[in-house]
């Protein structure tokens, strides 16, 4: 063969290859794009309120902790049904004419996870990053064990109980991503932590339906978006705590952790934003 020959070819060899790879990186990047603009429209669906949003709520214990009350964890599944209650009320309050009950939560486990949910370790893109994908990996060993098919979920929170460290001082804490799909809670689980508990877990919850927090770098109640009832008067101490706030307020300066689920209450600007009102 011509040596001219040989290189056009090679060339025409190399174009096809260039078209093939080309192709199949658009087949990849239209499927990747197709995806996420499903799971955006389904996400945003949830807002429309025209269905009841199912929520599964994950009990994971981590191995190697002490083991959790088993009398604890029979506490927090019997109060669900209060929770689905106190949210239902809420809706009517701001939606009276809503004819759905706005959440059902399915509660799974408690199933053992090797370790805690990984956190993110900094602000930075590369360390939410990888805390997504070291996240997704822990899902995807967590879930089928906890007899959780994503899929057939709006929302999944998991709740990591361990047990008290101290009767004096117990903690939890909550992380999930605005408007997303997934929230995380930590608590030191007892029975006097069971509503407080659920009180975190639906704040987490609300965050993944579009709601922003509404306290303070103080953990204060902002007003008047943090007040369930901003026109009280007086208006301290108000009689319910806000549930994107930390407190119910007792003053412009103190608040209390909410004691029961009685006490939680969906404020006018959260509830736009998850859409039970109009506007935003």
């Known amino acids: 063969m011509d040596p001219a020959d040989a290189d056009e070819a090679r060339a025409r060899k190399k174009r096809a290859f260039f078209r093939v790879r080309v192709s199949i990186l658009l087949v990849v990047l239209l499927g990747v794009v197709f995806y996420a603009v499903r799971d955006l429209r389904s996400r945003m669906a949830r807002n429309d309120w025209d269905r009841t949003v199912d929520v599964a709520l994950v009990l994971v214990t981590v191995r190697g902790t002490p083991p959790v009350d088993d009398d604890a964890i029979a506490a927090l599944r019997a109060r669900v049904p209060a929770l689905e209650a106190r949210l239902e009320a809420e809706m009517r309050r701001h939606a009276p004419e809503r004819a759905i009950r706005p959440f059902t939560l399915r509660v799974f486990g408690p199933v053992e996870a090797p370790t805690a949910a990984p956190t993110p370790q900094g602000d930075g893109p590369p360390d939410l990053a990888k805390q997504a994908l070291d996240l997704a990996r822990w899902l995807h060993e967590l879930d089928p064990r906890a007899g959780v098919e994503p899929k057939h979920h ?9 047990r008290p460290a101290s009767t004096e001082r117990m903690s939890i804490e909550g992380l999930s991503e605005e408007g997303g799909r997934i929230g995380l809670v930590d608590v030191e689980l007892d029975a006097t932590m069971v509503d407080l508990a659920l009180f975190v877990v639906t ?28 026109d009280r008067a007086p208006l301290y101490p108000q009689r319910f705590a806000e549930i994107m706030t930390r407190s119910r307020p007792l003053s412009p300066t103190e608040g209390v952790a909410p004691a029961s689920l009685d006490e939680l209450a969906v404020g006018a600007r959260t509830a736009r934003e998850i859409g039970w009102t109009a506007g935003r």
């Open 154 to 162: 709006d929302t999944r929170i998991y709740l990591t109980l361990t």
């Open 203 to 230: 704040h987490e919850l609300m965050h993944t339906l579009g709601a922003t927090d509404k306290y303070d770098a103080k953990g204060l109640a902002r007003v008047p978006d943090g007040l369930a009832e901003p």
